[in-house]
Nanobody, 122 residues
Framework: QVQLVESGGGLVQAGGSLRLSCAAS????????MGWFRQAAGKEREFVAA????????YYADSVKGRFTISRDNAKNTVYLQMNSLKPEDTAVYYC???????????????WGQGTQVTVSS
């Protein structure tokens, strides 16, 4: 069992930056690929970024490539999402998730956090 708690959301102006953190419980954190997803009001949840257990492979949605960076610290059981050059269309609830499977860009994740709100003002 893995429990995930996101933090770091908030209100930021367009062009600004935020860093989201996701703290995981459980001693097998390093076995999981980790992902970030987001859901804007009235829209479906969408993939944002993912990182394999080793940290060597990362994946990004086209909409955030070059602006967002996912990373992880297995010693701290934490995954991060650094978000730069934020745009109003990045406004959403951001969720982290843990995956035991092999498709990190899918939504077939095993565990999900409760989400943290990110609001980007224009």
């Amino acid at each position: 069992q893995v429990q995930l708690v996101e933090s770091g959301g908030g209100l930021v102006q367009a062009g600004g930056s935020l860093r989201l953190s996701c703290a995981a419980s459980g001693r097998t954190f390093s076995s999981y690929a980790m992902g970030w997803f987001r859901q804007a009001a009235g829209k479906e949840r969408e993939f944002v970024a993912a990182i394999r257990w080793s940290g060597r492979s990362t994946y990004y949605a086209d909409s955030v490539k070059g602006r967002f960076t996912i990373s992880r610290d297995n010693a701290k059981n934490t995954v991060y999402l650094q978000m730069n050059s934020l745009k109003p269309e990045d406004t959403a609830v951001y969720y982290c998730a843990a995956l035991l499977g092999s498709r990190p860009t899918s939504n077939e994740y095993d565990y999900w956090g409760q989400g943290t709100q990110v609001t980007v003002s224009s």
